[in-house]
């Protein structure tokens, strides 16, 4: 299988390239050169946002393409229509955050869409970027475009930091806050996991949407924490704390404390993901523990201080903040 993977060598796209490496598949990357491609695919150099950008793709052929770009959709758009008849297959990484408000618990790949466009520049909001891509992709291959709407992403990479940080937060011991309640079901995925869901389904050449996270309640707030507790052999202790008492404080979900919502819509929806369909086709997800011991076992690789994409708003609560709060 000769694959081209547009959109980066960071977090998904890294764990893309090495899953087909393992597969024997023969892997091409475009990106800008900014950081090393690993070792064993044929790199091309392009800027997507440049005039011009898509030049080396001007010849090859490829059985399918993965794409992970998160900006402005008329570089999948202009991606799109170079490829077309050059190209077996296009999958793109998309995002639940293309869903449209009412947000409701249980929903599937038929819940509404945020409105959007294909050929939109700079500037564009998260959720629009990713539905104005799945709009250009359907508009050059029709249903035959394999939209993969993924949920919250965790594992080794991850340039965003919500495990990194717990993991970090965690090592250093003593009291942490941990926000309840402790049996608060997550729902979430390994990047490795959706890499070979992916690839999976490219070799199957699946099209349409698919919601691609574990299963909701695959763990458990207090899951995630007690095996980042395990993992780091920290003598840290986990202060249980009522949502309520979190959000009087001013406390951020999702940013101050990764990963946790408070019960409510938003939760309901962002970790009650209907996934039927993606377990249907195969959909596989490993336990949090080895989630969490390869995490902080490539953070140890790394230094201790995992990448951070400038695009994304950095994640943490502050030591002082988070003290002040545990003295309560």
């Known amino acids: 299988m000769r694959l081209l993977l547009l959109g ?21 990357v475009l990106n800008r050169g900014n950081r090393p491609a690993p070792e064993g695919v044929r790199v091309l150099l392009g800027d997507r946002t440049a005039e011009d950008g898509l030049a080396a793709l ?30 077996g297959h296009y999958a793109y990484v998309s995002s ?18 945020v409105p959007s466009a294909p050929d939109l520049t700079g500037g564009v909001a998260y959720p629009e970027a990713k539905r104005g891509a799945e709009l250009a992709l359907e508009a050059e291959f029709g249903g035959r475009a394999l939209l993969v709407r993924a949920g919250l992403i965790l594992g080794p990479y991850e340039d965003i930091g919500r ?10 011991g003593g009291p942490v806050l941990a926000p309840g309640p402790r049996d608060l079901p997550l729902q979430y995925i390994d990047g490795r996991d959706l890499a070979v869901w992916t690839l999976d389904a490219v070799a199957a050449r699946l099209g349409g949407p698919y919601n691609v996270v574990g299963p909701a309640g695959h ?3 207090g899951g995630l924490l007690e095996a980042c507790v ?9 202060r249980w704390t009522d949502p309520e ?31 039927a369909r993606a377990v249907e086709a195969g959909l596989r997800c490993r336990p949090v523990a080895e989630t969490v011991e390869d995490t902080w076992a490539w953070l140890r690789s790394i230094g201790g201080t995992a990448p951070q ?8 609560l502050d030591p002082e903040r988070e003290a002040r709060l545990l003295a309560d």
């Open 8 to 28: 980066g060598t960071g977090f998904v796209g890294r764990t893309v390239v090495e899953e087909s490496l393992a597969r024997g598949w023969e892997v091409t």
């Open 58 to 87: 001007g010849t090859g052929e490829w059985d399918a393409v993965v794409d992970t770009w998160s900006s402005a959709p008329v570089a999948v758009r202009d991606s799109a229509r170079r490829l077309n008849g050059r190209i």
């Open 96 to 113: 639940r955050s293309v869903y449209d408000h009412p947000l409701r618990a249980g929903a599937d790949e038929t819940a509404p869409v």
């Open 163 to 172: 495990l990194p940080w717990w993991l970090s937060r965690i090592a250093r």
């Open 219 to 221: 763990t458990t707030m």
């Open 230 to 238: 395990r993992a780091t052999g920290s003598d840290a202790e986990l």
């Open 245 to 275: 008492r979190i959000l009087a404080a001013g406390v951020q979900p999702w940013t101050e404390l990764p990963v946790w919502l408070a019960p409510g819509e938003l939760y309901d929806f962002l970790h009650g993901a209907s996934v």
């Open 309 to 316: 994409r400038a695009d994304r708003p950095a994640v943490g």
